[in-house]
T-cell receptor, first 110, second 113 residues
Framework: KQEVTQIPAALSVPEGENLVLNCSFT??????LQWFRQDPGKGLTSLLLIQSSQREQTSGRLNASLDKSSGRSTLYIAASQPGDSATYLC?????????FGTGTRLKVLA | DVKVTQSSRYLVKRTGEKVFLECVQDMDHENMFWYRQDPGLGLRLIYF???????EKGDIPEGYSVSREKKERFSLILESASTNQTSMYLCGASLGASSYGYTFGSGTRLTVV
């Protein structure tokens, strides 16, 4: 059974720092891995989707990598801003359904 | 982009009421899902549907049912609401197999008193 873990559970950094969020999964037979952002009391916004055949995806200041053999994905945020403060979740899939990590709550201090 | 719309952002219902949570997607996506999200427990799958009138139980279906009469609409039904169903409910949609990724709605915060 797939299990997804995100460490750390919470992270606080000063504005301008580059940071890495980690996601690990136990079963490497995945279709893809997706990173989401969630603001308090809101739904999930998709950030990046990495297909199983890909190694990384980039969007603006965000870069996500995928290493299926080691069961790991990282989300790199460059030059962090207070507006990046949110909870970041990763999720990975079998055929139909996603298994989510419990998220990393990020706070970027001005 | 696919848009997933949940009809209510906040709901307050009384114990024992029948509650309907509505979700509509504006693209022709086969798969739709309902998750609930609770502090410390993360997102847990309640039900999913891979076609009209087709549904499968997720990890925590007890106390819930679903309806999908049209491809664009997936409803979650709480037959008799209880206080332990107070939660954030998230509806999602995906095209075909989940390799295309999920799109979620803005969530419904349900409080049962």
């Amino acid at each position: 059974k797939q299990e997804v873990t995100q460490i750390p559970a919470a992270l606080s950094v000063p504005e301008g720092e580059n940071l890495v969020l980690n996601c690990s999964f136990t079963d490497s037979a995945i279709y893809n891995l997706q990173w989401f952002r969630q603001d308090p009391g809101k739904g999930l916004t998709s950030l990046l989707l990495i297909q199983s055949s890909q190694r990384e995806q980039t969007s603006g200041r965000l870069n996500a990598s995928l290493d299926k053999s080691s069961g790991r994905s990282t989300l790199y945020i460059a030059a962090s801003q207070p507006g990046d403060s949110a909870t970041y979740l990763c999720a990975t899939s079998g055929t139909y359904k996603y298994i989510f990590g419990t998220g990393t709550r990020l706070k970027v201090l001005a | 982009d696919v848009k997933v719309t949940q009809s209510s952002r906040y709901l307050v219902k009384r114990t024992g009421e029948k509650v309907f949570l509505e979700c509509v997607q504006d693209m022709d996506h086969e798969n739709m899902f309902w998750y609930r999200q609770d502090p410390g427990l993360g997102l847990r799958l309640i039900y999913f549907s891979y076609d009209v009138k087709m549904k499968e139980k997720g990890d925590i279906p007890e106390g819930y049912s679903v309806s999908r009469e049209k491809k664009e609409r997936f409803s979650l039904i709480l037959e008799s609401a209880s206080t332990n169903q107070t939660s954030m409910y998230l509806c999602g949609a995906s095209l075909g197999a989940s390799s295309y990724g999920y799109t979620f709605g803005s969530g419904t915060r349900l409080t049962v008193v």
